[in-house]
């Protein structure tokens, strides 16, 4: 992947969130109060879960010994990819899309790791 490819790719991204009526709080404006109000803390209460199922998520990995035991490398993908999701779906911020970006990476590094002992 080019960096101008992956340049395109944001600026797609870009202008689907400015265009999602969902995923934008300009969307909100010419509503009425109570509407807005019901929207935010559907918001907010969708943000919190998501962020409360990546820490469950986060404590389940880290009680793994992936690094000791081969056999747990998958579940450990398992649980990286989750993390990553959720994360994605919280989206509050750049801060959250680094956080994604590096539990698919440990998942896609778990996951090569594993297919190594496989064809050993």
Not at 46 to 71: C, D, I, P
Not at 96 to 108: C, H, M, Q, T, V
């Given at each position: 992947?080019?960096?101008?490819?992956?340049?395109?790719?944001?600026?797609?991204?870009?202008?689907?969130?400015?265009?999602?009526?969902?995923?934008?709080?300009?969307?909100?404006?010419?509503?009425?109060?109570?509407?807005?109000?019901?929207?935010?803390?559907?918001?907010?209460?969708?943000?919190?879960?998501?962020?409360?199922?990546?820490?469950?998520?986060?404590?389940?990995?880290?009680?793994?010994?992936?690094?000791?035991?081969?056999?747990?490398?998958?579940?450990?993908a398992r649980y990286c990819f989750k993390i990553a999701v959720f994360y994605e779906f919280h989206q509050h911020g750049?801060?959250?899309?680094?956080?994604?970006?590096?539990?698919?990476?440990?998942?896609?590094?778990?996951?090569?790791?594993?297919?190594?002992?496989?064809?050993?």
């Amino acid at each position: 992947m080019t960096i101008e490819n992956n340049e395109d790719n944001h600026d797609e991204t870009n202008n689907v969130v400015q265009n999602n009526p969902f995923l934008n709080d300009s969307t909100y404006v010419n509503t009425k109060p109570q509407l807005q109000k019901l929207a935010k803390s559907l918001r907010d209460a969708s943000l919190s879960y998501y962020l409360s199922q990546a820490r469950r998520a986060k404590r389940k990995h880290s009680n793994l010994n992936h690094e000791r035991f081969v056999e747990l490398l998958p579940l450990s993908a398992r649980y990286c990819f989750k993390i990553a999701v959720f994360y994605e779906f919280h989206q509050h911020g750049s801060d959250s899309n680094s956080k994604s970006l590096k539990y698919y990476i440990e998942a896609y590094r778990n996951i090569m790791e594993y297919y190594i002992h496989l064809t050993q």
